[in-house]
């Protein structure tokens, strides 16, 4: 079983070619902006399922919380201190990293602040917000807020 929670665009053939095993059903949860393109032969030969579901509410939340931890399923994170949050971002746009989720670990960086008060987020210089476009589909609120 693979839960795809990815909102931004990616390759789904690959998921289910190079990751699901036979019988294995990927099921699509995030929402990518444009449309997806599966190969056929990557969900039939080996049998696969590829499914789609609405995150759902609180009980479905609880019972798949439930599920994960009775089977011993849990999510691939990389943790961070929040002063990485830059040099992340950049792993992500530019898939140099095999980590696909990073959580800040408040706990560490406020154990960081308390002991470093000069502490800040460290600058990435691949990342450069006058080259950053809002998505067409995005909303705005308020209008001023999209400096960039």
Known sequence: LIIDT?????????LLSS????????????????????TAGNVVFGRKTF?????????????????????????GVQLIDAKDVNHSLNALATNSTDARRFVICIKDTLATIGTNPTWEVEDEPAINPANWHVHPNAVIHPPTANVH
């Not at 990815?6 to 690959?14: G, L, M, Q, W």
């Open 51 to 75: 499914a789609g579901s609405n995150i759902g509410g609180i009980q479905e939340t609880q019972d798949m919380l439930d599920f994960c931890a009775a089977h011993s399923v849990f999510p």
């Open 6 to 14: 990815i909102s931004a665009d990616h390759d789904i053939s690959k």
């Open 19 to 38: 990751y699901l095993k036979s019988q294995g059903i990927l099921c699509l949860v995030g929402l990518p902006a444009n449309n997806i393109s599966v």
